[in-house]
């Protein structure tokens, strides 16, 4: 039940605070946290470094709300995404700083449990994944600045 929480949790903020007709220009930024959230977790799952518990709708190992979830934290991250490249880092390490804390709830809550893990690799492995999505969305998605038709 906690990650149909969290998932709803992030939606709501996302419904909140991003206009719906901005949310469109985001869809690939979810389809690329989808995929580094499945197959990466995927594979630690699989991997015997850590599982999920208390899950619900279960998919390959992980929560399907987990998976749900991963979608709005991308578009969170790129939609704040500073535009220099040294406040970039810093919000993206500040960002997986915090997602780790409310991990370690999970942890502690005994939600996730950590075999052959450890916070930190969590917070290393959470920092590299959100610099690929935003790599990824740079790709994706052109920031146009200074053009000439509005």
Request: proline letters at 2%; a positive charge.
């Amino acid at each position: 039940m906690i990650w149909i929480i969290i998932a709803a949790a992030i939606w709501i903020f996302i419904l909140f605070f991003i206009q719906p007709r901005g949310l469109k220009k985001y869809w690939t930024v979810a389809f690329w946290s989808i995929l580094l959230a499945y197959f990466l977790n995927e594979t630690f799952v699989a991997s015997g470094f850590y599982v999920f518990q208390d899950i619900y709708y279960l998919f390959r190992g992980l929560p399907l709300a987990y998976i749900i979830a991963s979608a709005g934290k991308g578009i969170i991250i790129i939609r704040y995404l500073p535009e220099e490249k040294w406040w970039q880092l810093i919000y993206l390490i500040l960002f997986a700083a915090v997602i780790t804390g409310i991990e370690h709830l999970l942890v502690e809550g005994g939600y996730l449990l950590y075999f052959q893990w450890t916070i930190y690799q969590s917070l290393g492995f959470r920092l590299i994944a959100f610099i690929t999505l935003a790599w990824l969305s740079k790709l994706t998605i052109q920031q146009k600045k200074n053009y000439l038709y509005r």
